[in-house]
T-cell receptor, first 113, second 115 residues
């Protein structure tokens, strides 16, 4: 079956530091890969996605590249802000059926001023 | 923008009560989902529905039921609430076919406490 493994948190950084949150996956077929973000007290929202190998998703300064050879989709940002403090979820979905996603367990990011 | 709303942000119920959680989406999406979110466990799928009156069990359906009488509304029902159902409940929807089919749109969540 499908699975997503992401690094455990919390990840604690100072403002303007470089961020990496690791995500690896196992899947049958050719999945689409996602990062969702959950700000305090809110539901999840899509941050970025990539649908095929070597695609790079980007949004709000965050980037992730679909690496089929290493089955990874690591999230990066060059300079984090306090407002980036949130929980980040890596996810995948495979084509066919109802596109039910498989989520990782989430990584909490805390950014200090 | 897709909007998914949930009937309550916070809910406190007693053990044994029947609890209804309502979710409404305004973008004519075919698919709707109920998850629960617990610390360290991530999101777990309870039920999903791909059409009116259709439902499928997810990973943890025990103790829950659902109802989808109209396309825009998907209800989660706790027949007899128990303390181990204290959790954050998230509703989501997706469309079928076309661009963005695989993107989930989430509501703000309902934090349910069962005493």
């Amino acid at each position: 079956g499908n699975s997503v493994t992401q690094m455990e948190g919390p990840v604690t950084l100072s403002e303007e530091a470089f961020l990496t949150i690791n995500c690896t996956y196992t899947a049958t077929g050719y999945p689409s890969l996602f990062w969702y973000v959950q700000y305090p007290g809110e539901g999840l929202q899509l941050l970025l996605k990539a649908t095929k190998a070597d695609d790079k998703g980007s949004n709000k300064g965050f980037e992730a590249t679909y690496r089929k050879e290493t089955t990874s989709f690591h999230l990066e940002k060059g300079s984090v802000q306090v407002s980036d403090s949130a929980v980040y979820f890596c996810a995948l979905s495979t084509t066919g059926g109802s596109y039910i996603p498989t989520f990782g367990r989430g990584t909490s990011l805390i950014v200090h001023p | 923008d897709v909007k998914v709303t949930q009937s309550s942000r916070y809910l406190v119920k007693r053990t044994g009560e029947k609890v209804f959680l309502e979710c409404v989406q305004d973008m004519d999406h075919e698919n709707m989902f109920w998850y629960r979110q617990d610390p360290g466990l991530g999101l777990r799928l309870i039920y999903f529905s791909y059409d009116v009156k259709m439902k499928e069990k997810g990973d943890i359906p025990e103790g829950y039921s659902v109802s989808r009488e109209k396309k825009e509304r998907f209800s989660l029902i706790l027949e007899s609430a128990s303390t181990n159902q204290t959790s954050m409940y998230l509703c989501a929807s997706t469309r079928t076919g076309g661009e963005g089919t695989d993107t989930q749109y989430f509501g703000p969540g309902t934090r349910l406490t069962v005493l």
